[in-house]
């Protein structure tokens, strides 16, 4: 009786299969443009950009970076929540510089 009820239980739920289908590299394809074109910004401006743009364009290269990082490599879980942490600081950090940077330009 409980191979038979083993059998049927079996057969009422679904077996869940692991998806054995592997992702391609390239399909952040977005993010590796924006990546390059804020390090092309970066390579052309480094001596015309005035110290807080350079250091704004630097943070969001960072930010994108750790995003990407935390997307493709393989890394412990325990580093996770520090590449999660260091992605939101360096992306803040690149908005307030941002902000003090169109202060700077419009309102002064």
Known sequence: MARLSKRIQQKITK???????KDRPGRDF????????????????????????LLMYVLL???LISIYVRKHVDIP???????????????????IIFAYVCYLKFIS
């Open 77 to 95: 879980e325990k580093f996770n929540p520090y590449l999660d942490k260091a992605g939101l600081i360096t992306i803040g950090g690149a908005c």
């Open 61 to 63: 290269a960072l930010s």
């Open 15 to 21: 077996q869940v299969e692991p998806s054995t289908k």
């Open 30 to 53: 977005w993010l590796i443009a924006i990546i390059c074109l804020n390090l092309f910004i970066l390579a052309l401006g480094w001596s015309t950009l005035d110290t807080p743009s």
